[in-house]
């Protein structure tokens, strides 16, 4: 039928090309999109990355808080700071008494136990079997920049196939002041046989500087050696459960022993863990947070601390020198974290302040020690 305007008259036919209102994109046009839209991501995606891990750091910060104030609580009940315990993966059947855990002079545990009841986990430290122990998560005491709490078979052939709960922060051991001519900074569990006499200090006796606090040859050990030195806040417990008696050593530290200041004072912070292993398998970090005195728990001040790696290039220096008397490389010992910028640390007046990587390893050292009388520049720790 044919289309006629009002008067009659027949009108033109219009015709129309389909295909004209629906051109598509071509090949090339695809691609500059498909470009820009990968410009943008990758512009953004650090932006994000960096946003995330700020507030990750954050949270990290804030759960070093609460176990900063977790310390200040403990240090003001018992008078004197949690210890590290006395040794490495101590049995808490020794270290208990009518179902109550000994205190800190006497407990084999390290301060992550000892904090319990000021972390509102009274009823975790109230078991008494090594089983119903290792079987608690604390997800306080982990990083959510490296990891959730992660559970992991353990590398200590102590425990065998039992899993425990790992850890991302260490107390501080300083080395002592009579370090080796020409080391980098101190070196623990590296004696030297031939050294001086060692001096006299404080009624004990100062020997070469280690991360077990021991003289020649005196290493690990579930129990310490007499006239050991710890000149830090978390000193190891002098507790000898086999002979119920106290070791020639340091007992507990109280607040009028840090003669340095609370607040010039390192006490704990983030340990260095190899990013290959944060699942477990490393033998610093292999028995969790239910461990007495060893690096799952305990870090040295000796070293420079580390952003977390795969552990290559810290071996003993000379490379050619055993690398301790574990066989184990020395990076065990050290602090460090997942963060980029450095690591968080508690100070012994309970703020929370950040270290660089590359802090002098010297100063460093110095802020773990309670009494060094080092005069030391506050503008390292933010």
Known sequence: MKAMDSTGATLPRVTTNASAGSRGFTLVELLVVIAIIGTLVALLLPAVQAAREASRRTDCRNRLKQMGLAIQN?????????????????????????????????????WCYQLLPYLEQGAIQGLTTQIQLQAQSIPLYTCPSRRS????????????????FLIDYAAAQPCTDDCVTGSPGCTPVRYQPSAAVPLARDG?????????????????????????????????????????TFKNNPKPVSFAQITDGTSHT??????????????????????????????????????????????????????NSPADLFGIDRDVYYFGSAHPAGFNGIFA????????????????NALATRAGDEVVDDSVAH
Not at 80 to 91: H, I, L, S
Not at 149 to 164: C, M, R, W, Y
Not at 290 to 319: E, M
């Open 349 to 364: 007046d309970g703020s929370i302040r950040g270290l660089g990587y590359d802090v002098d390893v010297t100063l460093f």
């Open 266 to 319: 390192f006490l704990l912070g983030e340990k260095y863990v190899r990013a290959d292993l944060y699942g477990g398998g490393s033998k610093s970090d292999d028995k969790g947070w239910i461990d007495g005195w060893d690096p799952d728990a305990i870090r040295s001040t000796c070293f420079q601390p580390y952003q977390d790696g795969d552990g290559a290039g810290f071996q003993f220096q000379p490379q």
């Open 149 to 164: 709490p992660s559970e992991a078979s353990s590398n200590s052939t102590i425990l065998g196939d039992q899993k425990v």
């Open 204 to 244: 004990y006796t100062k020997n070469q500087p280690s991360f077990w606090g021991g003289k020649n040859g005196d290493v690990a050990g579930n129990v310490a050696k007499d006239n050991q030195v710890y000149d830090g806040v978390i000193v190891r417990s002098a507790w000898d459960y086999s002979t119920k």
């Open 74 to 110: 403990h240090a003001v009940a018992q008078r004197v700071f949690p210890t590290g315990g006395t040794g490495v993966y101590p049995d808490i059947a020794n270290f208990v008494s009518g179902g109550r855990p000994f205190g800190p002079d006497k407990q084999g545990l390290n």
